[in-house]
């Protein structure tokens, strides 16, 4: 007995981890369980009986594909916009010294640390009071503006991070500046933008109450899952979130192998 708490008290960070995992996966799991339910009323919330009838018919529900493709055509737009300004800003602050540079970087961190709903309707007062039509290009812009803290924040951390020296040695090396960007500076800091780009897609997709707000007739993926959830929940949801998770796991793993491949090739 002795030996085994000793075993435990060892071990107690790594269970520490495994049980704070599950706990977060949890409701992933109940996601993809559900998605394989046939449910006999309109809701979705207790088991009945197995059925694979969503799955081969995913976009069963009216308007939910078209939605979903609205989603996923702004989190693209939304990803590549704050990722290329994202990345400027933070080679900007990193790289030289201006005026305001302070309070920039203090700026930066502003709507990760605001709440959403402020945010929210403080950019739809601007909307309307510039005139424009709430719609597509709203919720994009609403999107990027949010997105790019945190891909600033990614890039910044990355960047900050690098050796100089590998630079100023391809420049001795007679390489140009474009040269130097491209071959040796870009490749360093791409775990970062790659990362910042990950996550504003993450963030776009998911986003509800800016999208709420500004999006007018514009109907996205969140939007369209709480709109059912006060009719009835179909299975066809419970199947998008099961690949989105799949896919997102895939992807994670993916990177783990040619991050392995990598070091090993490097040894």
């Given at each position: 007995?002795a030996?085994?708490?000793r075993r435990?008290?060892r071990n107690?960070?790594?269970i520490?981890g495994?049980?704070?995992?599950?706990y977060?996966?949890?409701?992933?799991v109940?996601?993809?369980?559900f998605?394989?339910?046939?449910?006999?009323?309109?809701?979705?919330?207790?088991?009945?009986?197995f059925?694979?009838?969503?799955w081969?018919d995913?976009?069963g529900v009216?308007?939910?594909?078209?939605?979903?493709?609205?989603?996923?055509q702004i989190?693209?737009?939304?990803?590549i916009?704050?990722?290329?300004?994202g990345?400027?800003?933070a080679?900007a602050?990193?790289?030289?010294?201006?005026?305001?540079r302070?309070?920039?970087?203090?700026?930066?961190?502003?709507p990760?640390a605001?709440?959403?709903?402020?945010?929210a309707?403080?950019?739809l007062?601007?909307?309307?009071?510039?005139?424009?039509q709430l719609g597509?290009?709203?919720v994009l812009?609403?999107?990027?503006?949010f997105?790019?803290?945190?891909?600033?924040?990614a890039?910044?951390a990355?960047?900050m991070?690098?050796?100089p020296?590998?630079e100023?040695?391809?420049q001795?090396l007679?390489?140009g500046?474009?040269?130097?960007?491209l071959?040796?500076?870009?490749?360093?800091a791409?775990?970062?933008?790659?990362?910042g780009?990950?996550?504003?897609?993450?963030?776009?997709f998911d986003?509800?109450?800016i999208?709420?707000f500004?999006?007018g007739s514009t109907?996205?993926?969140p939007?369209?899952?709480?709109?059912?959830?006060?009719?009835?929940?179909?299975?066809q949801?419970?199947?998008?979130?099961?690949?989105?998770?799949?896919?997102a796991?895939?992807?994670?793993?993916?990177?783990m192998l040619?991050?392995k491949?990598?070091?090993?090739?490097?040894?």
């Amino acid at each position: 007995m002795a030996a085994f708490f000793r075993r435990l008290r060892r071990n107690a960070v790594v269970i520490a981890g495994l049980l704070t995992l599950a706990y977060l996966l949890l409701p992933n799991v109940v996601v993809t369980v559900f998605s394989f339910n046939k449910p006999k009323g309109r809701f979705n919330y207790s088991w009945q009986e197995f059925s694979l009838d969503a799955w081969r018919d995913p976009c069963g529900v009216a308007d939910m594909c078209g939605s979903l493709s609205l989603s996923l055509q702004i989190a693209t737009w939304a990803t590549i916009g704050a990722t290329v300004l994202g990345t400027m800003i933070a080679f900007a602050l990193v790289r030289y010294r201006f005026r305001a540079r302070g309070a920039v970087n203090s700026l930066i961190f502003l709507p990760m640390a605001m709440p959403e709903v402020v945010m929210a309707a403080s950019l739809l007062t601007l909307f309307l009071n510039m005139g424009a039509q709430l719609g597509f290009w709203t919720v994009l812009i609403a999107h990027i503006m949010f997105c790019l803290s945190f891909v600033v924040t990614a890039v910044k951390a990355r960047v900050m991070s690098m050796d100089p020296r590998l630079e100023q040695a391809a420049q001795d090396l007679y390489a140009g500046p474009v040269q130097t960007f491209l071959r040796v500076t870009l490749p360093i800091a791409a775990p970062g933008i790659a990362a910042g780009a990950l996550l504003a897609f993450a963030l776009s997709f998911d986003d509800f109450i800016i999208t709420n707000f500004n999006a007018g007739s514009t109907v996205t993926f969140p939007m369209f899952v709480w709109g059912s959830a006060q009719r009835g929940t179909p299975v066809q949801i419970n199947v998008i979130g099961t690949a989105m998770f799949l896919v997102a796991v895939l992807l994670v793993l993916a990177g783990m192998l040619v991050g392995k491949r990598r070091n090993k090739q490097a040894k």
